[in-house]
């Protein structure tokens, strides 16, 4: 399978049946050579327009099966990863500079 197949495919949650929204990217591990998770936008953006760049990003072990044209997930709580992470490194920052 190519990594272009993926982006094609609907991410649905198993466990509310939600579309969660297509794979924009994926998390490698190099070292081990796998897959670590992969990575969907958050909805509430209008072509990535307007709002903020979340992510969420599914460990690979939430991944139930891999369909002709969907992705099943099992996510008990969706947490948009990437706006957690820009939140604690502006913590960092301001900590650092602002005193």
Do not use: C
């Not at 609907?10 to 969660?20: A, P, Q, R, T």
């Not at 509430?44 to 760049?53: H, Y």
């Not at 939430?62 to 939140?87: C, F, P, S, W």
Request: proline residues 2%; glycine residues 12%.
């Amino acid at each position: 399978m190519k990594i272009s197949d993926f982006q094609t495919k609907d991410v649905i949650n198993i466990v509310d049946g939600k579309k969660l929204g297509q794979i924009t990217d994926l998390e490698l591990d190099l070292r081990q050579g796998r897959i670590e998770s992969i990575v969907v936008p958050n909805g509430g953006r209008f072509f990535g327009w307007f709002g903020g760049t979340t992510d969420v990003v599914i460990p690979w072990k939430n991944i139930v099966k891999i369909g002709m044209d969907v992705v099943l997930v099992k996510l008990d709580d969706v947490r948009t990863y990437r706006q957690q992470e820009e939140m604690e490194a502006g913590q960092e920052f301001n900590r650092q500079y602002r005193g």
